[in-house]
C-alpha cells in the first residue's frame, strides 16, 4: 500500500468558477450525511451552492447492489450556481453498484475517486461487473484516483476498541476529509459536528474524527493526490446563513409567519414521501405556539387544520400528490367557509403511487382546477430550496389577508435540494394584513373588505362573534344557509372575484436576458434554476433570448398578456405532459405557445434547455 | 360569570327537521347542559358533519362549523387541539361517525382527543332519504335493502368502549333528562366522550324504538345502567342482568325480596361495560345510562405538557448550525 511519504511536492492549483461534486455508494455508507456535511462546509467557506439528494425508494436494498445506490450531488461556487447542476466534474463512489450506476453523470476527462477497498469480487459481480473497472482501462477517458479507504481506516484505528464492523463505518468520513484538502475546505466544523451528533459515544465520535483528519492527512501527504482546487466564492450578501432544504425552508416559514401574525401555528399532516420532512422538522418544534399534529389520514389532516384555522391558527397542511387528490373536498370546505390555510405540496411523478422519490411538475391541474364545483383558490409555485421560504411565507400573508386556501407546489427536486437560505430578520418580512374586524353588533361573518372582498376572521372564544358557518353555500353578507339562486350566483361571483383581485399582489414579472429577443423560454416553480442559468450561458454566448420563470400560477401576473404578446415563439418548459401550455393557451389566445415537456422523473437541466435555445439558432 | 339559560343557546333560524323527529328532544337536553355547565358562552363550539342530526349547528347561537360528510371529528380535532380550553361538541349521526367517517371516530378514541361526540343513530340515511346505514339492523328492509339488510349492524357504545374511549353513554331522544344528564356527564369527563342516542326518524324509523318508549314494554326492554348498583329492570323490577363468570344472564325475582348476589355494575371495570355494552334486545334489554367512565388523559393535555413554552424565531432555533457572510 501507498502510504505517501511527508516530503514537498508540487501540487497542482485550478481556479474554477463551480464545480459539481457527485457522491454515491450503498444506501447504509452514509451518502447523504457526508454530502450535507461537505454542503456546510462549502456554505461556510462563502460559496454558492445547491445540493440534491437521489436515494432509492426502498429504505434497505440489498448491500452493494444496483438498486441500493445513495446519492449526493452538489454544485457549489460563485453566483453562478442556480441548482444542483447535471453532469459532475467529480465522482466520489464508495463501491463499484455506485460506480456502474453514476457514470452517465459523468463527461469524459471528469475524476473519479474511488474506494477500492469495496470493489471486491463480490461486490464487483453484484454490479455486473465482469473485470475491475478501476484496473482494467475502460475507465482511460477519466481521471481516477483509488484509494483502499478501508485499509487505511483499519490501520488508522488499529488502536481503537471499536469492532471491525464499526470501524469500517467511518470510512465515509476518511473520504470527507480527502475532499476537504483537495477542495481547500475547513475540517474543524464537521468534527466540531461529530462531537455534538456522537456526544453519548465518545469512542465512536472519537473514532469518526481521528479518521477524518485522517483522510484530510493522506491526502495531503500522498503522491497521488497532486492537484487542488479553488473554487470560486459567491457574491453573497452578508448576514447569517444557513444550508436549508426546500422542506425546512416551509416550516420555518410558517413558524415565522405565525410569529408575525402572532397567533399559533398549527401544521396538520399525515406522513407521504417526499414531504414528510415538513413534519420532520415540525415536530421537533413542537411548542404551545407551534402546534403539530400527526393525523390518522391525508383527510384529517387538512381537517384538522381547517378546524385550526377556525379556531384562528395560521394553519397549513402538507402533502405530496396522492394525499392532495385526498385533501381535495375539503379544500372546497375552505374555499366556501373563507378560511385561511396554507396547503402545500411537495410534486412528485404520477399518476396514483407514481414515481414517489422522484421529482415531477404534474400536479398544477389538480392545484388549479381539482375540486368539485367553481373552486378558485389561489396556487404558487417555489422557485428553489431557499425561496421555498419566502413563496410559503407570501402564501400565507395571501391566505390571512384575502381569507384563502393557497396552495403552494414545490417539488421533490427543491423539497430534498439544498441551498443556503439568508435567514431574514422578521422586522424584515412583509406585515400581515387583516380584515378589519367590527363591533360585536356589526359583525356578520360574510360582510366583505371593499377592497379585497374578504371576510372578517372571528374565532372562539372571541365574545359577541359567535356566528356558524359551513359547506352549504352561505347567503351573502349574513352567512346563513342559502338556496336562492341569484345568491349562489352572487357568491360564485364573489369568491371568483376575490381571488382574481390576489393579482394587486403580484410584483411586476421579471424578464431574464437583457437584451431583446424575439424568442421566449417560460417555466414555473422548480426549473428556475436551469432556465435562468441557460438564459446567463446564453447571453455570454451572444445569444439572443429572454426567460420568464412564473412563481404565480392562479392568479396569473396581470402583466403576462402583455409580456407573451412581444414574442414570436414563447417555449413552455415544464416537467409534466403540458399542462402550463394548456393554460397559457387558454388565458392568451394570440400567444405562440411552444410545449417542451419532460417527464423522466428528473429535473430539467440547464443543458436541455441550452438545446431548446440552440434549436432556435 | 352570569348564569345562562338553554334560551342563551336559541338561534334565531328556523328550524328544519321533520315535525316529530326526535332531535328536538335532543338538542332541549343539549342546551339544558349548555347551560347548566358554567362555561362561558362564547367558549362553546359545536361542529357537525352532513346528515340530518349535522345541522344541528345552524339551531345553537354559539360557534359552530357544519362541516363535510364525516369529517367532523377531523374539524374539531383541529379547534380543539389548537384551544383546549374550548368546549367542543361534535354532532354526528350513525352514517356520518361510522361510515364515512369511521376512520376519524376510530382514532379520535384511540388519541383520547377531548372531543363531546354525540351521535344521533337513527339506523338510516335519512337526509339522503332512506338507505341502510352501519346501524341498521340485519333483515330491515331499506331503499338499498328490499331483500332486507345482508349487512351486520355495528353497536356504537360497545366499539367506543372497546376502542378505549373514557366515556360512554347511551340514551334515547324521547327522554331528555337522561339524555342531558350523561351529556353533562360527557363534558365534564376529561379526554374523548362518546354519547349514543337513539333518535326516531319519522319518516324512516318511526317505529324503530317503540319498544324502548312505550310505557307497556319500555321497563322490559330497557335497563337502565348505573354505577354501583344491580342492573334491575322489568315493570315489576323483578329483573336484573347478573354476569355468571364473562356470561351475562337474566334473573327473575321477588321484588320484595331482590338476591343479595346481584352483580354490582362498576362504571369503571372495561370488562363488565364490554360486556353490558355488547347487549341488544331480543335476548337482553337494552343497557341505556353511563355505561364506561375513567379517567384518562387527554391528547391536548399531553400535547401541551410535553412541548416547550415557544418554539423561538428561526433566528434562534438555528443559531446553532449558521454561520455567518461578512
Redesign the interface.
Known sequence: MNKGKKRKRDIDISIKEYTVIRFAGDSGDGIQLVGNQFA?AT??S?NVLSTLPDYPAEIRAPQGSIGGVSGFQIAFGDDKVMNPGNKADFLVVMNPAALKVNLKYLDKGSVIIANSGNFTEENLKKAGYTSNPLEDGSLSNYRVISVDVNSLVEETLSESPLTKAEKLKTKNFFMLGLLYWMFDLPVDITAQWIDKKFAKKPEIAEANKKVLYAGYNYAENTEIFDAKYKIEKGN????????ITGNEAVC?AL??AS?KLKR???Y?SYPITPASEILHTFSK???????V?Q???E??AI???????????L?ATGTSGPGLSLKT??L??AVI?ELPLVVIDVQRGGPSTGLPTKTEQSDLFISLFGRHGDCPVVVLAAFSPSDCFYTVYEAARIAVKYMTPVIVLTSAYIAQGSQPL??P??EELKDFEITNLPLPHEFKPYLRDEKTLSRPWA??????????????EKLHIEG??SYDPENHQIMTNLRREKIKRVSLEIPPTEIYGDRKSDILILGWGSTYGAIKSAIIESIKENIAVNGVVLKYLNPLPPDLGDILSKYKKIYVVEENDGQMAFVLRANYKNANIISKTKVCGQPYTKEEILKIIQSEK | MTKLTPADFSSNLPIKWCPGCGNYAIITAVKRVMAELEIEHEKYVVVSGIGCSSRFPYYVNVYGYHTIHGRAIAVATGVKLSNPELMVFVVTGDGDALSIGGNHLIHGIRRNIGLKVLMFNNRIYALTKGQASPTTLFGAKTKTTPQGNFDYPFNPVSLAINLGAPFVARSIDSDINLTSSVIFEAAKNEGFAFVEILQKCVVFTDKEFDVFKNIDTKDDFVVRIENNKPMIFGKNKNKAIVLKGFTPVVVEFDPSNPPSDLTIYDSSNIHMASIISSLMPPEFPLPVGILYKINKKSYEKIFYENVGEDTGSIESILKDNSYEIK
Not at chain 1, 236 to 243: A, V
Not at chain 1, 285 to 291: G, M, Y
Not at chain 1, 303 to 308: H, N, T, V
Not at chain 1, 464 to 472: D, F, K, N, P, T
Open positions: 456546510n456554505a461556510i462563502g453573497l450578501e452578508p448576514g447569517i446563513y444557513h444550508n420555518y413558524i415565522t410569529r399559533k401555528c398549527y396538520g418544534l413542537a411548542s404551545k405556539n407551534v402546534v399534529f393525523a390518522e389520514d383527510i384529517a381537517c384538522s387544520s381547517i378546524g385550526a384555522s377556525f379556531a384562528g391558527c394553519s373536498e375539503a372546497g370546505l367557509s439568508r435567514i430578520r422578521e374565532y372562539p372564544p372571541l365574545k359577541g362573534y359567535q356566528h356558524r358557518i359551513g359547506g352549504l346563513n344557509i
